[in-house]
């Protein structure tokens, strides 16, 4: 042991002339050749180029998903839905389904089960590689070291494992839908799911892809509660964490706990489908309604890997746009903690028709809690707005889409917890409009509007700003008109998963058609302003928006290889906007005079 | 893996700071060492506890068969799972040196179990009271489902012998409807024993040997002609001549032993055993299931089937 | 000290690996990487205990359901295969607890015995599985589900305790082969040094996954060749 004792002045020095070069550079520099690039990019575990690898795939998915839900919304445009109406006259919509499924017209039968196909590949892809690795995968994993002033996630080879697992799966999924699709619904249920003798292996594989996507997301999880716990830097305890860490330390605590319970349902599932060992068989003594406590227990969990990392996001900008310390830091923080709890006792509300009568009863009243913590942190934020000076950024307009769009989706989620009113609402179209209020409205949102947050820190270019606000407003308005609608037919009876109904329901239906594509637009208009940004927007500097966080103050947009020129160190919390002023770096774009800040860095 | 730009003194590079006291006790908790003294012990202590559970189960059931008396089964269970967690119990603190280790792991362990135990509990709140449904919503109800059961479990490798080659045939299984997995396998075995009596017959192969039957269909034949003779019902000739000739296979069926367990833990359960649950439901599923099974059943099960559970159950 | 390779460590080249072993650079050092390790490697063991709960479940559910079927299905396994089995993965969870001291006090020779020892229980474990077990179950037609051909069923639901007992004791087998896999890249390793005082979080994170299995097992012990 004696020859270690060599100290560390060597070890310093080792540093200073073994110092390569380029470790200044901005990570998004290129290698010299396009190959070496690629298979830079291949093997890196930089979690910088993690995350954007991640974003980009996930954008991918996204816009495979948004394909599946403008089919489903223009097959619902009218009431019938069969080829040839009762007229004899061939209407267009069974000809689109057609065309695109099943290369030309098609019977009755194949028409539904085409639509099955389509709304079912529609949540398969935005629920297990959408908006599951949404902002957990792409932002948080961007982000994260960058804000606790690490280096790295603590395991980045696992890290990269985790965008592989995550590519296998997909094309898993994507396999099963090109090979026909399958028409269990997301949600995989049993009987059905177990016995439909229609495309067997399909449905293995699509089985088989959320089996796989569920160790990407452990992984993902797992690496953040480490990091987490790890590698803050000095000074920089607990409650100096930025609520981003929070809102994801809560998401990654459900990911480890919830995502392996699904992974032994679906291996039970692909068991009883394979072998039929009768666990989900009553002909066996098995139980179907087994089959959703297990689902659920982990799907419902996740519903909240959904919404945390979304309010995460809010958090954020809610106080950089307010310029403002947030109101009861604590008790946001706190109630992070305390939705990633209370989301595993809740999961029967899901299954308020089709399990016993005591146990929904029980289920019925936990769900109540779930309000709690979630109210605490709207309050929280809305405390945070009062008599702040806004700075209405589109990222700010998007924090507030979502404080209104999510108190639409979690007040209506109330409704459907109360047991007697869920058994009216069970399996319409008010449950399709209260969780895409939250999954879209507001997680899909805050991840909108955190992507054009961080977009300058990730791609060191700022996007248009104009044309950001206008896309906000068309996603907003496209959205609500999209999904109000359906709020009130599904109030009125219109069940989900149905391709055709009554007449009653066809101006809702037109309506939210309608509201679908002006989201459409919306979604392009941002798309446009993206890649307008990537190839000619103007540079950003390292603190465009005058924040207080590690990721803003400490290191270039973008940042460098290393993060950080030397390990930061923190002295103040992360929105103490009041004592310190944030180094100025874009007097244009910053509204507010500031001398350069106390530095800590530079 | 060496980089650039250390060279602040805020950095916390500090191999000064450990590098030194690597050595065998270095480093607070993470880095314990649980003498082998220990770790024998907890093997010891372990190999007790196992030999523990096993004793106290074979000593429950000997203590009820020779006292004849009925021991709720909650006590097996309760000790033997008492025993299982005990030893996880030191396993965790000792082998995984969680006694030693950082809180926080200790911490993720009790999140885990809280997450089963909800898990648990709540399945089993729901299960487990299923039968709690007003009458007036009840309906006909078959239990077991009406759907066929027909799977394609495999394929295998058959001669054709018209055009000489081999051709792979898809096995497939099918289940009547209204026949249970189980009462398929009875009625399969059956089949069985009767196709290989009957060529043995006819081939003259007098006397039967034991051999001819595995164990397996040797008891379900005593299982048979014990429900035959409580019924007064004929056996068949290639039975008679079987029996007969093996009067060990009829010795089995006289005592009535049931199933080709290492231990017959039958007396006990048959005794102990809840009954069969159903739903208290109008025209539920006995009729249905009783009709066709209950009678072998009954051959060596004696009581406890078909009753109605209590609720709560 | 001088003709030392920049770019290395501080110690000799000829220094065995673990004693040259440095922490990936976005560690402060080796005990607070060995920290990050352990706190990952038990947040994994919390996805296996809980992949595991779902069987657990499964047999909590249907037991209180069926319990004479579970009761029946018990009887037929022979619990004395199941006790030495049982010993024979508390024995090698001992030996990996002892692999870690050995990593520890750097006795390189007792770490290599330790290794291969527990990889041979895991091994005597499998043979043991499928030769007394699996084998002539899956002869009597004592199989899960729609396979199941074993005449001598006193209830109706014994093909669910058999997909039960297939299940869980083929899951658990899985993790010992990938336990055993672990084991063998452990051997490899240990046999260039790279285990020792300072450096020794694979040792460590084999071992508490090996103790995981170890546990399921000593669960699955009592609830499936015990209780009757």
Redesign the interface.
């Known amino acids: 042991m004696a020859s270690i004792t060599t100290g560390s002045k060597a070890h310093h020095d080792d540093h200073g002339h073994g110092s390569h070069h380029g470790h200044d550079d901005s990570y998004l520099t290129p290698k010299s050749s396009l190959w070496a690039t690629i298979v830079d990019w291949a093997t890196t575990v930089d979690h910088k180029k993690i995350g954007v690898m991640y974003l980009f795939t996930i954008l991918f998915m996204f816009f495979i998903g948004g394909v599946a839900a403008i089919l489903v919304r223009l097959e619902l445009f009218e009431p019938t839905r069969t080829i040839v109406d009762a007229a004899g006259a061939t209407s267009i919509k069974g000809h689109l389904l057609g065309s695109v499924f099943q290369g030309g017209s098609v019977a009755l039968d194949q028409a539904n089960n085409t639509y099955n196909r389509v709304f079912t590949l529609h949540g398969l892809v935005m629920v297990f590689l959408v908006i599951v690795p949404s902002v957990p995968a792409s932002l948080g994993n961007f982000l994260i070291p960058l804000m606790l002033g690490a280096k790295d996630v603590a395991f980045p080879r696992l890290n990269l494992l985790s965008w592989y697992i995550y590519v296998l799966g997909s094309l898993f999924a994507i396999a099963s839908a090109l090979a026909g699709g399958v028409d269990t619904g997301w949600t995989f249920y049993t009987p059905y799911s177990t016995s439909t003798e229609e495309g067997h292996w399909r449905v293995l594989f699509m089985i088989g892809a959320a089996f796989i996507l569920g160790f990407s997301s452990i992984l993902t999880g797992l690496n953040f509660v480490v990091t987490v716990h790890k590698l803050r830097a000095p000074g920089m305890g607990w409650f100096d964490m930025p609520l981003f860490i929070w809102g994801m330390y809560g998401t990654a605590i459900i990911q480890v706990l919830a995502t392996p319970v699904i992974g032994i349902t679906l291996l039970l599932l692909i068991f009883e489908r394979v072998f039929h060992i009768g666990i989900f068989d009553p002909r066996m003594g098995g139980d179907p309604v087994l089959f959703q406590h297990f689902f659920w227990f982990y799907s419902h969990p996740v519903v909240y890997v959904m919404i945390l990392p979304g309010m995460a996001c809010i958090s954020e900008m809610i106080a950089v746009f307010c310029r403002k310390k947030v109101f009861g830091y604590r008790a946001v923080a706190f109630s992070s903690l305390a939705i990633a709890g209370i989301s595993f006792i809740v999961w029967g509300h899901h299954m308020f028709t089709s399990q016993g009568e005591l146990s929904a009863v029980i289920f019925s009243a936990l769900t109540f809690l779930v309000a709690l913590p979630s109210a605490v942190k709207v309050f929280n934020w809305i405390g945070t707005l009062y008599g702040a000076s806004i700075d209405l950024k589109t990222p700010m307009l998007y924090a507030l889409g979502f404080l209104f769009l999510f108190s639409i989706g979690g007040l209506t989620g109330l409704f459907l917890g109360a047991l007697s009113t869920d058994l009216h609402l069970h399996d319409t179209y008010f449950v399709v409009a209260h969780f895409h209020y939250v999954m879209m409205g507001s997680t899909l949102i805050a991840f909108v509007g955190a992507l054009h947050m961080y977009w300058p820190k990730m791609f060191g270019k700022m996007y248009n700003e104009f044309w950001g606000k206008t896309g906000f407003w068309l996603v907003f308005l496209g959205f609500n008109l999209t999904f109000f609608p359906q709020f009130i037919m599904g109030a009125h009876g219109m069940p989900r998963r149905y391709a055709s109904y009554v007449d009653e329901f066809t101006i809702y239906h037109q309506l939210s058609t309608v509201g679908s594509l002006v989201l459409l637009v919306g979604f392009l208009v941002h798309l446009g302003n993206f890649i307008h940004s990537l190839l000619a927007g103007p540079k950003a500097p390292p603190n465009p928006w005058g924040a207080l966080t590690l990721d803003w103050t400490d290191t270039a947009s973008p940042p460098i290889t290393h993060n950080f020129h030397h390990e930061p160190v923190v002295t103040h919390g992360p929105y103490d906007f009041d004592d310190v002023v944030p180094p100025q770096t874009n007097p244009v774009d910053f509204p507010i005079s500031a001398a350069p800040g106390k530095g800590k860095a530079h | 893996m060496a980089h650039a730009a250390s060279t602040t003194a805020t950095t916390a590079h500090d191999h000064a700071a450990h590098g030194s006291s690597h050595g065998a006790h270095g480093g607070g908790h993470g880095h314990h060492i649980v003498p082998r003294r220990v770790l024998l012990l907890v093997l010891g202590i372990l190999m007790f506890f196992t030999l523990a559970t096993v004793g106290a189960a074979l000593a429950e059931q000997w203590i009820a068969a020779t006292f004849n008396i009925v021991i709720p089964q909650w006590v097996n269970v309760a000790v033997a799972l008492s025993i299982a967690v005990v030893k996880s119990i030191v396993v965790a603190a000792f082998f995984m040196q969680l006694k030693y280790d950082n809180p926080v792991n200790s911490l993720v362990v009790v999140f885990t179990l809280f997450c089963f135990a909800f898990f648990l509990g709540f399945t089993m709140i729901d299960l487990g009271n299923r039968g709690i449904i007003y009458d007036y919503k009840g309906q006909h109800i078959t239990r077991g489902g009406t759907g066929n059961l027909t799977r394609t479990i495999g394929t295998r490798e058959v001669f054709n012998k018209e055009t000489n080659e081999k051709v792979n045939e898809k096995i497939v299984l099918t289940i009547p409807e209204g026949t249970s997995v189980v009462a398929f396998a009875r009625q399969q075995a059956d089949l069985k024993i009767d196709t290989i009596l009957s060529e043995a017959m006819t081939a003259g192969k007098r006397p039967l040997a034991r051999e001819l039957l595995t164990k397996t269909l040797q008891q379900r034949l005593a299982n048979v002609v014990a429900e035959r003779k409580v019924n007064d019902k004929p056996l068949s000739a290639g039975v008679e001549a079987y029996l007969h000739d093996n009067p060990a296979v009829l010795a089995m069926a006289h005592s009535g032993h049931h199933g080709g367990g290492s231990h017959a833990s039958n007396k006990n359960s048959a005794q102990t055993a809840r009954p069969v649950r159903t739903l208290k439901l109008p025209g539920a599923i006995d009729e249905h299931a009783g009709a066709e099974h209950g009678s072998e059943k009954g051959a060596g099960h004696g009581a406890g089937e078909s009753k109605p559970a209590a609720a709560g159950h | 000290?001088a003709t030392?390779p920049?770019?290395k460590d501080?110690?000799?080249a000829s220094?065995p690996p673990h004693?040259r072993y440095?922490a990936?650079?976005?560690?402060?050092?080796?005990?607070?990487e060995?920290?990050?390790v352990?706190?990952?490697v038990?947040?994994?063991?919390?996805?296996?205990?809980?992949?595991?709960?779902?069987?657990?479940?499964?047999y909590?559910?249907?037991r209180?359901?069926?319990?004479?079927?579970f009761?029946?299905g018990?009887?037929?396994?022979?619990?004395?295969i199941g006790?030495l089995n049982?010993?024979v993965l508390?024995?090698s969870?001992?030996t990996?607890?002892?692999s870690v001291?050995c990593a520890?006090?750097n006795d390189q020779a007792g770490l290599r015995r330790n290794i291969l020892i527990t990889f041979f229980c895991g091994l005597a474990f499998l043979i043991i599985k499928f030769g007394f077990e699996y084998g002539p179950k899956y002869a009597?037609?004592k199989l899960?589900?729609?396979?199941?051909?074993?005449?001598?069923?006193?209830?109706?639901?014994?093909?669910?305790w058999w997909?039960?007992y297939?299940?869980a004791t083929g899951?658990h087998a899985s993790h010992v082969i990938i336990g055993m896999g672990l084991f063998i890249w452990l051997y490899i390793r240990s046999l260039k040094g790279h285990f020792g005082?300072?450096h020794y979080n694979a040792v460590e994170g084999v071992?508490?996954y090996w103790?995981i299995v170890?546990?399921v097992w000593?669960?699955l012990?009592?609830?499936l060749y015990?209780?009757?």
């Open positions: 000290m030392l920049a770019d501080l110690l000799a220094a004693e440095r990936a650079e976005h560690f402060r050092d080796r005990d607070h060995f920290d990050a352990k706190l990952g038990w947040l994994f063991l919390a996805t296996e205990v809980l992949l595991f709960s779902g069987l657990f479940v499964f909590g559910i249907m209180m359901l069926y319990p004479e079927a009761i029946h018990s009887s037929l396994l022979d619990w004395r006790l049982t010993i508390l024995y969870s001992y990996v607890a002892d001291r520890q006090t009597d037609g899960p589900g729609a396979f199941y051909s074993y005449p001598n069923a006193v209830s109706e639901y014994e093909p669910l997909g039960l297939w299940g899951i005082p300072k071992g508490l103790h170890d546990i000593i669960f012990f009592p609830l015990l209780i009757h």
